[in-house]
């Protein structure tokens, strides 16, 4: 029996994050990822810390905003002769990211400061700071591009219709909670790691109490240049 928990217990000392969601069906599950993001780019920089129950979680989400930005670009530049044509592979990049990074059945928390620098103090939720807790349900943006026409023009929706456009607005792929309570960075370090807490609870999309969060963290820095 010891030699058949010994792996459990191991694995359980090594996760960076401790999360109690009741909120979710089933719970939170083991914290397995936990980083410090910081975000540099030419429009300023934010830090968040993203907790999750997989690992890998940085050079995904660098992925991921990459090929956000990409895609931003790439989707404001309304007056080119060539939008959709221009638009096409940014927007498939995008989507391959988004799936790579939000995985059916993963569970995520963010939390990020207002003002965007993170620092070593209590912060009230929603306050002072945003927290989200995100359980993904569906594959994300599944079959989003079939419609895709590259040869179209803007004003047609680049041959998508309504609701494949509202997709990409909503990113309506599982169930959200925002976190009203407090949240503590304990100990921060500007090339990581940062550690904290967070006592709150988790308020669904009607703004009704859904159960209790808690959860502390170790997150590695993840520094992600734009």
């Known amino acids: 029996m010891t030699r058949a928990l010994l792996p459990l217990?191991?694995?359980l000392a090594a996760c960076p994050a401790s999360v109690t969601a009741e909120g979710i069906e089933g719970g939170f599950g083991l914290g397995l990822g936990a980083d410090y993001v910081r975000l540099v780019?030419?429009?300023g920089?934010?830090?968040s810390i993203v907790l999750s129950t997989r690992g890998g979680v940085c050079e995904d989400y660098a992925t991921f905003a990459e090929a956000q930005a990409e895609m931003l670009s790439a989707s404001l530049d309304l007056f080119s002769n060539q939008y959709c044509a221009n638009l096409e592979a940014p927007l498939a990049d995008y989507?391959?990211?988004t799936q790579d990074l939000f995985t059916v059945g993963a569970r995520f928390v963010t939390l990020s400061a207002h003002g965007?620098?993170?620092?070593k103090e209590q912060y009230d939720l929603p306050d002072d700071a945003s927290g989200t807790v995100a359980l993904v349900e569906d594959?994300?943006?599944d079959g989003a591009l079939d419609d895709f026409d590259p040869d179209a023009g803007a004003m047609e929706g680049c041959g998508l219709d309504q609701g494949e456009l509202e997709a990409f607005a909503t990113a309506d792929f599982g169930t959200a909670w925002t976190l009203d309570g407090d949240f503590e960075i304990t100990a921060l370090e500007k090339d990581g790691p940062a550690a904290g807490t967070v006592d709150a609870d988790m308020i669904d999309d009607d703004g009704d109490e859904d159960g209790a969060f808690t959860a502390s963290f170790t997150a590695t820095l993840c520094e992600i240049e734009l």
Do not use: I
Not at 116 to 119: I, N, S
């Open 9 to 11: 217990t191991l694995l």
């Open 41 to 43: 780019s030419d429009n």
């Open 45 to 47: 920089d934010s830090e």
């Open 139 to 141: 594959t994300p943006y």
């Open 95 to 97: 989507v391959a990211a």
């Open 116 to 119: 965007g620098d993170l620092d």
